[in-house]
């Protein structure tokens, strides 16, 4: 039996020709892609710095897990082998849960969860069957993600400032674009493949790199109505609310009396 690590062992195979560009390096252009999410988690620690400060073991933990998804999908398109395909979905997989247990409203939690140590352990002990059957991965992943979006939808009916709901629909408009590259390379990759365009797959790494721009900062927004009440948060924009093009941050306004 060829050992996990060879090349070609993955269960799964993207539209891309293998080799066609370089000798070692399976997927090309679906390896180079994945520079977009080394350079994702600096910026938003730059940009969202004053939250960092507030809450740095949420903020640092969910930077390092996506440079780690970075490096595995980048490895697993390097070799395409059956252990870059694991631990690419465990990434993404523990990442979304990292994000449900640090993000979550504590209002969302189930009835019989009584404090966030509790929810971690509930979470972990889900993730946990990404061992016992990887098979599993895919479920837990669309079912972390559409509930990730129902509670952000949830919050969006509680809240007025144009600004979020702005800041929510371009995550949207880009969430659907990456979702649309992913499935198409995926489903009708005969089609691509006949007119020689298999690189959807690679504009998927960079449009949901894009979405996590829009993304983290509205999440932490919510968390920092919940987590940092002595601050006011704020959505801005940089370098400036004027630019055509601008990238989302939060920003924690002095602290304010309650009434």
């Not at 990292?98 to 019989?112: M, Q, S």
């Not at 990887?134 to 509670?151: D, K, T, V």
């Amino acid at each position: 039996m060829p050992s996990v690590f060879t090349y070609l062992t993955s269960e799964v195979d993207c539209c891309e020709g293998n080799f066609e560009h370089s000798e070692v390096i399976a997927e090309y252009y679906n390896t180079i892609s994945n520079v977009s999410f080394f350079l994702l988690f600096p910026i938003l620690l730059y940009l969202n710095h004053q939250y960092v400060q507030q809450r740095p073991l949420s903020a640092y933990s969910l930077s390092i897990m996506l440079l780690l998804i970075g490096i595995f999908s980048t490895y697993y398109h390097l070799t395409l082998s059956y252990v870059g395909q694991l631990l690419d979905e465990l990434s993404i997989l523990w990442t979304l849960a990292l994000t449900y247990t640090f993000w979550i409203p504590k209002c969302y939690f189930p009835g019989f969860i009584k404090n966030r140590t509790q929810f971690v352990c509930l979470v972990g002990i889900a993730t946990l069957m990404s061992f016992i059957q990887p098979a599993f991965n895919a479920y837990l992943l669309n079912s972390i993600s559409l509930h990730l979006l129902y509670l952000t939808s949830q919050e969006l009916k509680k809240c007025s400032n144009p600004r979020v709901h702005r800041i929510a629909a371009s995550m949207v408009m880009w969430w659907v674009l990456a979702i649309s590259c992913w499935l198409s390379d995926k489903w009708f990759c005969g089609f691509w493949q006949r007119i020689n365009f298999c690189y959807l797959h690679s504009f998927w790494h960079v449009l949901i790199s894009i979405t996590l721009l829009y993304c983290c900062p509205l999440f932490i927004y919510f968390d920092s109505r919940y987590e940092i009440p002595a601050f006011e948060p704020e959505l801005e924009y940089w370098p400036s609310d004027s630019w055509p093009i601008a990238l989302p941050y939060l920003a924690l306004r002095t602290p304010y009396k309650r009434c």
